[in-house]
């Protein structure tokens, strides 16, 4: 199974936009402005329970798209977005077995480890916990896009500091922060 690729923010101008996009695009740009906010964009991103995208996941994947670092993304970035998410939501829905419109905690397992992490089973439920705040020991898509892109963030990190490869490294206090605080949403 493909993953989507987390080098995100590659937007071509030279790309032709789908009129599917352009139509959505027209839609969610509620003001007009040729730009989309992480407000418009979660108006128009169901989670595939009823609700809409967390305002964390709307703020997280347009922060991965803008370009001017702006808040807001333009046709272009929304088109690369799209990508990114439909990406996701095939994945997401290659682990969701049963259908339900979210992973628990087994299925989350199973995808972690097909992305090539091996995390224990005392940690998976952790990250369920923390990706789930109301409680039902499930995760939803968009739920499910912020854990994996803070994952990969927070291996890219790691992996820039392990210069043997061991899995184990030593960090100062100030780097920790700083990669904290660059990893988090």
């Not at 839609?27 to 329970?49: F, H, M, P, W």
């Not at 259908?99 to 439920?125: C, H, V």
Request: proline letters at 3%; aromatic letters at 12%.
């Amino acid at each position: 199974m493909a993953y989507p690729n987390t080098m995100y923010g590659s937007t071509n101008p030279e790309t032709q936009i789908s009129p599917e996009v352009q139509q959505w695009f027209s839609t969610v740009d509620r003001d007009g402005s040729g730009r989309i906010t992480a407000i418009e964009l979660k108006s128009a991103l169901a989670n595939g329970q009823g609700g809409t995208f967390s305002d964390t996941a709307c703020r997280l994947m347009i922060g991965m798209f803008d370009k001017e670092k702006n808040g807001t993304i333009d046709l272009f970035e929304f088109q690369a977005l799209y990508n990114y998410i439909n990406a996701w939501l095939g994945v997401f829905r290659g682990f969701d077995h049963n259908n339900s419109g979210s992973i628990q905690e087994n299925e989350l397992s199973t995808a972690l480890t097909q992305m090539g992490y091996r995390l224990s089973p005392k940690f998976i439920s952790f990250l369920i916990k923390k990706s789930d705040p109301i409680g039902h020991s499930t995760i939803t898509i968009d739920q499910f896009i912020v854990l994996c892109v803070q994952i990969q963030r927070f291996t890219d990190a790691f992996r820039i500091r392990d210069n043997e490869q061991t899995g184990v490294i030593t960090i100062g206090f100030e780097d920790f922060l700083e990669v904290a605080l660059n990893c988090s949403v």
